[in-house]
């Protein structure tokens, strides 16, 4: 008796979670319909996670084009790192360029990010160390970890500004208190434990 209890308890509360997924699902849908640009992007990240409704990476990139066209910064971003995977659409490193510099613009840390590795590898543009340097210290300054190593590893480099081995021990140890894991790495393998006990 006590089993057959539980049993019907524990099928409603699933039929009521199902319920309710369904029902947010349904109401992001409508939101997204309507233009409301992060409920646009939230349901591109549904499509292409496969979250409630089956992995449909053209879908994906259909409403994620649909907010950044917006001028959401998130969506910008992630339309720009769209284009140069090519998930849901061709590859295309022009438009990833394009897309990835109006999310830096407004301020993206992930997106000065991979506008910096743009810059650098020359990837939709020129190569161009100088703004290498300029996208990823933006980016490291707002606690990116991954900008932070790249810029210790500029500094150390001198790529795209002069080397200041001060400043690359500054934004080693900052990524690494962040948890980029690389820094510890670099940090060992150039010693830079010596030059921060001189400054």
């Known amino acids: 008796m006590k089993k057959s209890i539980l049993l019907i308890i524990s099928s409603l509360l699933f039929l009521s979670i199902i319920i309710y997924y369904v029902q947010s699902l349904d109401s992001l849908s409508k ?3 309507n233009g409301d640009s992060v ?16 992995c449909d990476t053209t879908k994906a990139f259909y409403w994620t ?3 950044a066209e917006q001028g959401y910064a998130d969506a910008q971003y992630s339309l720009g790192w769209m284009y140069i995977t090519g998930k849901g659409v061709l590859i295309d490193p022009a438009k990833a360029f ?7 613009e407004q301020g993206n840390a992930k997106a000065q990010f991979l506008l910096g590795a743009m810059y ?3 990837v939709g543009t020129l190569t161009d160390t100088k703004q ?11 606690g990116y970890a991954a900008a932070q190593y790249e810029l210790g590893v500029m500094y150390y480099n001198g790529e ?5 081995i001060k400043q690359s021990v500054y934004w080693i140890k900052q990524a ?24």
């Open 65 to 67: 084009k649909k907010s």
């Open 132 to 142: 290498a340097f300029y996208w990823n210290e933006k980016s490291a300054e707002q």
């Open 98 to 104: 394009y897309w990835t510099k109006k999310s830096a």
């Open 120 to 122: 650098d590898n020359g």
């Open 176 to 199: 690494y208190k962040n948890g980029y894991k690389d820094a510890g790495q670099f940090w060992k393998e150039h010693k830079l434990w010596k030059y921060e006990a001189k400054n």
């Open 160 to 164: 795209g500004i002069l080397t200041n």
């Open 31 to 33: 939101k997204a319909e």
């Open 39 to 54: 409920a646009q992007l939230k349901l591109a990240e549904k499509y292409l996670k496969g979250q409630g409704v089956p």
